[in-house]
T-cell receptor
Framework: DADVTQTPRNRITKTGKRIMLECSQT?????MYWYRQDPGLGLRLIYY???????NKGEISDGYSVSRQAQAKFSLSLESAIPNQTALYFC???????????FGPGTRLTVT | GNSVTQMEGPVTLSEEAFLTINCTYT??????LFWYVQYPGEGLQLLLK?????DKGSNKGFEATYRKETTSFHLEKGSVQVSDSAVYFC??????????????FGQGTILTVHP
């Protein structure tokens, strides 16, 4: 089984709808991250969490919110989706501040 | 702030050709450096890493050396295969600075290898 899972893998939604992307991990890591990937822009950090009670904004948090329900679960919400939020979204985990990150398979989100 | 600049792609090579993908960085602290690879339809996976100056990371025939004097971490492979076709990302984690271990990514380089 995969260590970092994301659901759904693909989602098409309409402008103005609320949508939640979910991430679960079995690696036992405290640190979890949400990124979005756009062509030619690499990955940009949306939110990150260093433990259940610690949530921080990344470089592009506007229009997004997160919830860390447990050590293993970190959800990303779009309260009112807009077309420029169409992107590939990745969840990642890490063990320490200087260690590698482990990525989920991604969620492809299309907002029409 | 921290930043990573990769050579622009796409890069197209024939099988068994030599590969170099350039990566330079700017960081306020003493970063760890990474190369991640993304195969079609998949998430990112770590290819190699280096945590201090002059370290060489290597994996699957790929190598990169942490050069502090030139702030570079170029990726090389002596003989590429079709199966190496993917998107490659250079990244840094600045544990000693103010970014608390967050990764900063380059824009990615698409590599296509033809038989």
């Amino acid at each position: 089984d995969a260590d970092v899972t994301q659901t759904p893998r693909n989602r098409i939604t309409k402008t103005g709808k609320r949508i939640m992307l979910e991430c679960s991990q079995t690696k036992g890591h405290d640190r979890m991250y949400w990124y979005r990937q756009d062509p030619g822009l690499g990955l940009r950090l949306i939110y990150y969490s260093f433990d259940v009670k610690d949530i921080n904004k990344g470089e592009i948090s506007d229009g997004y919110s997160v919830s860390r329900q447990a050590q293993a679960k970190f959800s990303l919400s779009l309260e009112s989706a807009i077309p420029n939020q169409t992107a590939l979204y990745f969840c990642a985990t890490s063990q320490r501040r200087d260690s590698e990150q482990y990525f989920g398979p991604g969620t492809r989100l299309t907002v029409t | 702030g921290n930043s990573v600049t990769q050579m622009e792609g796409p890069v197209t090579l024939s099988e068994e050709a030599f590969l170099t993908i350039n990566c330079t960085y700017t960081a306020t602290g003493y970063p760890s450096l990474f190369w991640y690879v993304q195969y079609p339809g998949e998430g990112l996976q770590l290819l190699l890493k280096a945590t201090k100056a002059d370290d060489k990371g290597s994996n699957k025939g790929f190598e990169a050396t942490y050069r502090k004097e030139t702030t570079s971490f170029h990726l090389e492979k002596g003989s590429v295969q079709v199966s190496d076709s993917a998107v490659y990302f250079c990244a840094l984690s600045d544990a000693g600075g103010t970014s608390y271990g967050k990764l900063t990514f380059g824009q990615g380089t698409i590599l296509t290898v033809h038989p």
